[in-house]
């Protein structure tokens, strides 16, 4: 089993409608979580880190549910523009090295 | 100001030949870490500096790659012997300081092993 997991997709979302997707990890003693963007032929960027409360920067929205152990991106009010693979990032205990997940591809189309 | 740069960006070699790939992290940056990235998955963990110090070689996947950070600021991934399974996306990242802030990345070597 993979550290993390997640699906591949692709997530085919009309425009306007909400997407969610989630992301699971198999560490418990897993310390920071983060969801990265990335468009196609380009490095990784981070789109919001992930805290325990749950947070929402804009449309997006990232929850942590440490119990089951996965994390969740939700998009409102999808755009063209959100066209991605969307990467979850988790960095353990020790050290700053950060383990990621295979990608969700997303495709919002008009 | 100027993000994390790499080169070359393209790298075709023949099997067997050594590669060295640079990386140039954001100026102030402490940390600074190397990723492999194959199509369609997500970077792999390689290796990470603190300074000059290498913290972290777990993810290297054999004594063919090494890498330096001799001053703290620039670092090389280097391939002895390269084989066609090297062939990947290496991506280099940097963060602030050794907390737990954000990881850049540069916009990455791609490798291909003829």
């Known amino acids: 089993r993979k550290e993390v997991e997640q699906d591949p997709g692709p997530f085919n979302v009309p425009e306007g409608a909400t997407v969610a997707f989630n992301c699971t990890y198999s560490?418990?003693?897993?310390?920071?979580f983060f969801w990265y963007r990335q468009d196609c032929r380009k490095e990784p960027k981070l789109l919001m880190s992930?805290?325990?409360s749950g947070n929402e920067d804009g449309r997006f929205t990232a929850q942590l549910n440490r119990a089951s152990q996965y994390i969740s991106l939700l998009i409102r009010d999808s755009k063209l523009s959100d066209s991605a693979t969307y990467l979850c990032?988790?960095?353990?205990?020790?050290?700053?090295?950060?383990?990621f997940g295979g990608g969700t591809r997303v495709l919002v189309k008009p | 100001g100027a993000g994390v740069s790499q080169s070359p960006r393209y790298k075709v070699t023949k099997r067997g030949q050594d590669v060295a790939l640079r990386c140039d992290p954001i100026?102030?940056?402490?940390?600074l870490y190397w990723y492999r990235q194959a199509l369609g998955q997500g970077p792999e963990f390689l290796t990470y500096?603190?300074?000059?110090?290498?913290?972290?070689k777990s993810g290297l996947p054999n004594d063919r790659f090494s890498a330096e950070r001799p001053e703290g600021s620039i670092s090389t991934l280097t391939i002895q012997r390269t084989e066609q399974r090297d062939s990947a996306m290496y991506r280099c990242?940097?963060?602030?300081?050794?907390?737990?802030?954000?990881?850049?990345f540069g916009p990455g070597t791609r490798l291909l092993v003829l």
């Open positions: 990242a940097s963060s602030l300081g050794t907390g737990k802030e954000t990881q850049y």
């Open positions: 992930v805290y325990s």
């Open positions: 990032a988790v960095r353990g205990a020790a050290g700053n090295k950060l383990t």
């Open positions: 500096f603190n300074y000059e110090a290498q913290q972290d």
């Open positions: 560490n418990s003693a897993s310390q920071s």
């Open positions: 100026s102030g940056h402490v940390s």
